[in-house]
Structures are given as structure tokens and as C-alpha cells.
T-cell receptor, first 111, second 111 residues
């Protein structure tokens, strides 16, 4: 299995609080992605990175920010969590023209 | 809106039958990929077909790609109960290096 880990695996947080999810890889892959998965919507791209300090928005980026200060870490921050951000979050890594490897997911509940 | 749209949304067949899932997309691509997701787990990469390829095989999987129609199909032959899962297509969008997923097809194999 590709070396990709997400932390935490589960989190419950209160509305209005900031939350940071971490994705860590040991594969030295260039590209990293954050997705959210909700029933009826499949996977939707939040943000992605194509190198250290190089990031771009996906289709559902509002309310989220990311940072990539090292090749191996890609952080997703919910600046002020809302109930609509309750979801399962997946991180993925890939190289150019290659398949992606996914983490096990983080289940986030905003109450 | 999402790049890839899968059809059907759900498919139920008998063990041993073939399963076909279709994917349509909207923009130019570098490649198209298919993934499987078992309930509660991360996605697993199955097969990748490049934009200049028309057909690709891997074991019991056969993927076709028609770039003129912006569509792809995934055929699973001689299905098994263990093939029960959700299947997603993903497009590596040309010029953007982002991987965009469809909503998925839920496949159920009945023993």
C-alpha cells in the first residue's frame, strides 16, 4: 500500500471552530488532493497541490484553505466549521499521468 | 458541476454475469481512470487509459475510451460477489493536472 496517512481519522467539532486535517505521504509524489465525499455527490475536489507552496482551488473550495510547506504534508483547514462541512474527507497523491492513491479518510462531524 | 457522470447510478446483477458502467465527461483530458470503493473504505485505483488509447485490459476489466464522444466504459466480466462496491471514473483534466471524479455507480453482485 502507498504510504499515505490521514489524521485524525475521526473528529467531532463545534460550529465556528477552526479545524485542520493532515495528509502525510512517504512516496514523494508531486500531486496531492483533498476531496469530500457526501451521499449523492460522489467525490468533490476541494483543493489540490502540484508542488511545495503550489496549490489551486477545486470545485468546492469555499470555506476551506490548504497549505503545503513540505512535499510530504498537505494540510486542509476549515476556517470556521459549519454543519454543511460534515463529511468524509479523503486525501490522495499521484504522479503525472499515474493513478492516485487514497488515504483511509477522515470522518468529520460539525455539531 | 462535476466533470464525470456515471451511468447507471446503481446496477444489480447475478454472479457470473458481466457488468458494464459508463462515464461521460466534459473537457479535454490527459487520461481517464477507474476506481473502486468498498463501503467505508478509501478508493482503490483499478485502471488508467490515456487519451490516445481506445481500449485497455487488466484481468477481468476492460476499459474503452471514445474521446470524440467524451465517454468511457468499464466492463467487468464474470462478476463475483467480491466485486460488490462503488465504481468511479476520474478524469485527469488536460492543462490543469487535477483529478475530477464522477458520482459513481453502485454495483451489487447477487450470489
Amino acid at each position: 500500500d502507498a504510504g499515505i496517512t490521514q489524521s485524525p481519522r475521526h473528529k467531532v467539532t463545534e460550529t465556528g471552530t477552526p479545524v485542520t486535517l493532515r495528509c502525510h505521504q512517504t512516496e514523494n509524489h508531486r500531486y496531492m488532493y483533498w476531496y469530500r465525499q457526501d451521499p449523492g455527490h460522489g467525490l468533490r475536489l476541494i483543493h489540490y497541490s502540484y508542488g511545495v507552496k503550489d496549490t489551486d482551488k477545486g470545485e468546492v473550495s469555499d470555506g476551506y484553505s490548504v497549505s503545503r510547506s513540505k512535499t510530504e504534508d498537505f494540510l486542509l483547514t476549515l476556517e470556521s466549521a459549519t454543519s454543511s462541512q460534515t463529511s468524509v474527507y479523503f486525501c490522495a497523491i499521484s504522479e503525472s499521468n499515474g493513478g492516485a492513491f487514497f488515504g483511509q479518510g477522515t470522518r468529520l462531524t460539525v455539531v | 458541476s462535476q466533470q464525470g457522470e456515471e451511468d447507471p447510478q446503481a446496477l444489480s446483477i447475478q454472479e457470473g454475469e458481466n457488468a458494464t458502467m459508463n462515464c461521460s465527461y466534459k473537457t479535454s483530458i490527459n487520461n481517464l481512470q477507474w476506481y473502486r470503493q468498498n463501503s467505508g473504505r478509501g478508493l482503490v485505483h483499478l485502471i488508467l487509459i490515456r487519451s490516445n488509447e481506445r481500449e485497455k485490459h487488466s484481468g477481468r476489466l476492460r476499459v474503452t475510451l471514445d474521446t470524440s464522444k467524451k465517454s468511457s466504459s468499464l466492463l467487468i466480466t464474470a462478476s463475483r460477489a467480491a466485486d460488490t462496491a462503488s465504481y468511479f471514473c476520474a478524469t485527469d483534466v488536460e492543462g490543469a493536472q487535477k483529478l475530477v471524479f464522477g458520482q459513481g455507480t453502485r454495483l451489487t453482485i447477487n450470489p
